[in-house]
C-alpha cells in the first residue's frame, strides 16, 4: 500500500538550533500534506496543511514564523523548526492523502524531537 | 462542543472480553469516517472506514449512525495484541485536514 516516509525518525539538539523535517509520499503524489505535533499522553494536534506550490495553512497558534513549511514537490513537504527550545519537543508526524485511493490519509512514522 | 468527542477510558479488559468505543462528532456535514489505532510512541494506523451501512473485518465492527452522528468500534474476542488507543476520525470533505477524537486507550489483560 501507499507509504509515507519521515527523516529524520529522531533528533535531538541544542537550544537555539534549526531543526528540518521531511515527510516523503513514496506511492502516490500529495498535492496536500499535513503535519501534527503531539505530546506524550495527549491527542494529534494540527499544525498546518502543506500545499503543494503554495503557501501552507497554519492552525490557530501556530507561529508560521517558527515552524518554516515548504511543500516544492508532490512527494515532499518539510518542516523546519527554527530556534527550538526545549518547549518544542514533540512527537512531529506527517500525513499525506492519496488522492487517487477513498480518502484514506497515511501517515508518516513521526520525528521526535528533543530539544536539549 | 469539540467536534470529535471519546470516551478516552482507559478501558481495562480481560482477554476474550468484547468492548466497544463511541464517538460523536459536531459537524453535520462530515463526510468520511474512520477508525485509526496507534500504538505507544508509533503514528496512527487506519483500522478500518465506517460506512453508514456498517461494515465489519474479523473481529471488528463499526457503525455509523448519521441522525443521532454517533460512531462506534466493537472489538470481539479481544486479544493482547489488540492493546492501543483508538482514534475516531472525521473528515467534512475532500482536502480538509482530519479531525481527530482524544483516543480512547484500551488494555487487554491476559
Known amino acids: 500500500g501507499a507509504v509515507v516516509s519521515q527523516h529524520p525518525s529522531w533528533v535531538i539538539c541544542k537550544s537555539g538550533t534549526s531543526v528540518k523535517i521531511e515527510c516523503r509520499s513514496l506511492d502516490f503524489q500529495a498535492t496536500t500534506m499535513f ?21 501552507a495553512t497554519y492552525e490557530q497558534g501556530v507561529e508560521k514564523d517558527k515552524f518554516l513549511i515548504n511543500h516544492a ?26 488522492p487517487t485511493g477513498f480518502e484514506e490519509e497515511f501517515f508518516g512514522p513521526g520525528t521526535r524531537l528533543t530539544v536539549l | 462542543r469539540k467536534e470529535v468527542e471519546q470516551d478516552p477510558g482507559p478501558f481495562n479488559v480481560p482477554e476474550g472480553a468484547t468492548v466497544a468505543f463511541n464517538c460523536t462528532y459536531s459537524n ?70 482530519l479531525v481527530f477524537g482524544k483516543g480512547t486507550r484500551l488494555s487487554v489483560i491476559a
Not at chain 1, 505530546?39 to 503554495?54: I, R
Not at chain 2, 456535514?29 to 461494515?55: H, T
Open chain 1, 35 to 55: 503535519w501534527y505535533r503531539q505530546f506524550p499522553k495527549q491527542s494529534l494536534m494540527l499544525m498546518a496543511t502543506s500545499n503543494e506550490g503554495s503557501k
Open chain 2, 28 to 97: 453535520s456535514a462530515s463526510q468520511s469516517f474512520f477508525w485509526y489505532r496507534q500504538d505507544c510512541r508509533k503514528e496512527p494506523k487506519l483500522l478500518m472506514s465506517v460506512y453508514s451501512s456498517g461494515n465489519e473485518d474479523g473481529r471488528f465492527t463499526a457503525q455509523l449512525n448519521r441522525a443521532s452522528q454517533y460512531i462506534s468500534l466493537l472489538i470481539r474476542d479481544s486479544k493482547l495484541s489488540d492493546s492501543a488507543t483508538y482514534l475516531c476520525v472525521v473528515i467534512s470533505s475532500g482536502n480538509t485536514p
Open chain 1, 73 to 98: 514537490s508532490l512527494t515532499l513537504s518539510t518542516l523546519t523548526v527554527t530556534s527550538a527550545h526545549p518547549e518544542d519537543s514533540s512527537f512531529y508526524i506527517c500525513s499525506a492523502r492519496d
